[in-house]
């Protein structure tokens, strides 16, 4: 069992629980313990296999969770678990999907009305039923009613690294065949989209029948959706489906490129073949019936005096206008990077303390951090006040006096009020290194309101850049309404920056509004937004989408040593 899928399992029990209106302190220890391990930067099952090494030693999991999840990985399947199931229809889950409905009104739905599937939610909804019930109301009925759409999608596709989880134990699962002479992902998961319906995988092979039996008998596979010669399906626990296709070698690099897609940079791809009397599709190149090219990706765009495109720029956006011109962007990669300039620390809502991020941003080699913990609006998080934010400053600028080769900033992530303004004086802001302004409260407000709010913290002096600009959580929650062009135009007014927030389920902004942010001259920050160690890895979900939106090295801010970053702000307010 990988990480995702254990995580799965203890969130699950935690749902469960909730559910039953168990201890709030027993709930919260099994979702901490997912969180922990969906964030371990190894796999637990490794751990679990070491000498001397215990699930234990990590945060949030105590010996009596480390004994479930030994056993989870053994058996497959957790007592408890199966326990639960078996008192609480799975279907009551289902309505959890649906943004706006927590354990405890999916509960409420289930024990009063008998709701057990999204179908009977939507259609007591319809009917006005679930306004009745305590608790709920006409808002909350409509607020249901407007996320059903959301979660139906929901059960479709799952975030990348969801899918990096399942697609990198399967693969090392299929690589013990001997007779494996190519495996490589396609589809939307090589080319890094934000979200995956499907994975596809391609194979070479001498013998197809004992790779298909071998993707049987992974362990995580649930049902077999197919299975022919050269394709097979199957859905994985927790609703992956993975598409398996053999192909013969000669074939590889026009298949590959055929199933990574996009579908509409394909279609491009035909129409330029035709132009010139060639056919293409995945099994080659071809003049007539005369095999042209096909072994590898190179050579079939070459057929087309086309150069290799990136997989995360095949979206028929401006890619081959790019090639035309002879100026395809060399895209960042994770190694460009220098600093990460938004993370939070046990002083509010991180699960690591200020030392414990130092000695990880150490560790993977940053050249300098900036502390970001939150404002005292976002109570929940225990956010700080002036008092505060300047102990912890002090307390970094001694840190700075020992350290060699890391410089730790002295930030914080500001609120954006309400009311509008922000949630600190600007004398405490002006001590700052790094300002974020992020906007965590009244995300329901008309478009305009929003967007001034916004544009007026860009005009604040010692804000230096917004994160999480449009506030989207893939799968639970739209963006708010913001005009985000007025949002550029204040960004490059003031000489501001903007985030590019890596956390997998923000990926915010996304790789359209990179590239649109990229147009009209605006310098890109992105982030881990860590909340704990392990955070700190999750640059490369964000370098995926800003290779996307056709961002390069110097298209982002924190590829710069510290001091040309400052420089930048600097020169680019005095214009
Ligand atoms: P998704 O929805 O996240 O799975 O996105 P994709 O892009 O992985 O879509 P998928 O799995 O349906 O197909 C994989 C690739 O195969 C797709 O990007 C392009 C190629 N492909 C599939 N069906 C067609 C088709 O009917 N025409 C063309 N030209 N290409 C196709
Ligand atoms: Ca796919
Ligand atoms: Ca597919
Ligand atoms: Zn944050």
New binding site residues.
Partial sequence: MNNAQIAAVLDEVADLLEIQAANPFRVRAYRNGARTVRELSEPAATILCTAGRKLTEFKGIGSDLADKIAALCQTGSMPLHQELLAQIPVSVLTLMRVPGVGPKKAAALNKELGISTLDELRAACQAGRVRKLKGFGEKTEQTILAGMELAGSVNQ?LTWAEVDGFAQSLMTHLRACPSIAELEP????R?G?D??????LLVVSSNPAEVMDRLAAFAAVETLLGRGDTKMSVRLAGGLQV?LRVVPAESFGAAWQ??????DH??EL?SRAKSRGLKINEYGVFRGDQYVAGRTEEEVYATLDLPWFPPELREARQEFAWADAGQLPKLIETGDMQGDLHMHTTATDGRASLAEMVAAAQDRGLKYIAITDHSKRVSMANGLDATRLRAQWAEIDRLNKSLRGLVVLKGVEVDILEKGGLDLEDDVLAEADWVVASLHYGQQQPREQITRRIVDALANPHVCAIAHPTGRLINRRKPYDVDLDAVFRAARQHGKFLELNSHPQRLDLDDVACAAAKSHGIPIVISTDAHGVEGLDKLRFGILQARRGGLTKADVVNTRPWAQVKKLLRDRRAT
Avoid: P
């Fill in positions: 596709r396609a589809g939307s998961y080319r989209r979200s995956v319906a499907d994975l596809d598409d055929y199933f990574t897609g996009s579908k394909n279609v035909r």
